[in-house]
């Protein structure tokens, strides 16, 4: 069993800021890139950042220089600092790591994903 488990999420005001954590554990052979979608009601979920085993990083626009991802691959551990909160940034956040569990070490890597956790901004 593979789980993703989020943390981190919260109510804040604009301009403030929120780290969020994300653990993966279970029988995991292998982690490819892990990320952050989120979800604001009555929207598409959309991809928030990513980041690759080597460290290479993506970004959405809307969030570029005021969220920055980053990752432990020992711990299987993805983190997103978000500053500059905006209420726009309002969403259900997700976690997500694509990757081979070991009773699968075989096959394709798959995407696995967290619970979720709120974000809320504001005032």
């Known amino acids: 069993q593979v789980q993703l488990v989020e943390s981190g999420g919260g109510l804040v005001q604009p301009g403030e800021s929120l780290r969020l954590s994300c653990a993966a554990s279970?029988?995991?052979?292998?982690?490819?890139?892990m990320g952050w979608y989120r979800q604001a009601p009555g929207k598409q979920r959309e991809l928030v950042a990513s980041?690759?085993?080597?460290?290479?990083?993506n970004y959405a626009d809307s969030v570029k220089v005021r969220f920055t991802i980053s990752r432990d691959n020992a711990r299987d551990t993805v983190w997103l600092q978000m500053n500059d909160l905006k209420p726009e940034d309002t969403a259900v956040y997700y976690c997500?790591?694509?990757?081979?569990?070991?009773?699968?070490?075989?096959?394709?890597?798959?995407?696995?994903w967290g619970q979720g956790t709120q974000v809320t901004v504001s005032s």
């Open positions: 997500t790591a694509n990757l081979r569990p070991w009773n699968g070490a075989s096959l394709p890597p798959r995407d696995y």
């Open positions: 279970g029988s995991i052979f292998s982690i490819h890139a």
């Open positions: 980041i690759t085993s080597g460290g290479i990083t």
